[in-house]
Structures are given as C-alpha cells and as structure tokens.
C-alpha cells in the first residue's frame, strides 16, 4: 500500500533546498572578501613593521658612522685626508 506524503510539506521542502542552494554564491563570495581583506590588512601592517624596523636600522648605522667620525683623531684623519687628496 503506497504512502503518500502531503504536497504542502515537498513544496517546503523543495522551497527551503531553492533557497539554499541560492544562497551559496553570496555566501562563497562573502567568505571571499572577507579572506581577501583580513590577508591585505595583514599585510599593511607588516609593511609599517618593516619600515619602522629599517628606520631603526638605519638611525643605528648613523650613529655608528658619526661615533666613528668623532673618535678617530685628527692625525689619522688628516693622513686619510692627505692621501685622498693626493690621490685626487
């Protein structure tokens, strides 16, 4: 003896899978977007990190060639000098 289901409850049914199966694509592309702008925010900041990191770097080596400068006595520098110039 068949059974027969309601024709209301396969209409929802049928209804509920639509509108799923609609909502797929926005859902995929929102996953998307969201992904894509979590990975660009990401890298701005490693981009701020590393400029801000080579400024340091570079404010060190500054230092380190002024200190240079400083402590090297006169007698050496104007024999550098010298012989720069003589090289001329």
Not at 6 to 29: L, Y
Not at 60 to 65: I, K
């Amino acid at each position: 003896m068949p059974q027969y289901v309601n024709s209301q409850i396969t209409d929802s049914v049928t209804q509920v899978n639509t509108k799923v199966i609609g909502d797929t694509p926005a859902t995929a592309m929102g996953n998307l977007m969201l992904a894509t702008s979590q990975a660009l925010a990401v890298s701005g900041q490693n981009l701020t990190t590393g400029q801000q990191q080579a400024n340091v770097m570079w404010q060190a080596a500054t230092v380190q060639g002024v200190n240079a400068l400083l402590n090297t006595g006169e007698a050496v520098t104007g024999a550098v000098s010298g012989q720069i110039i003589s090289r001329g």
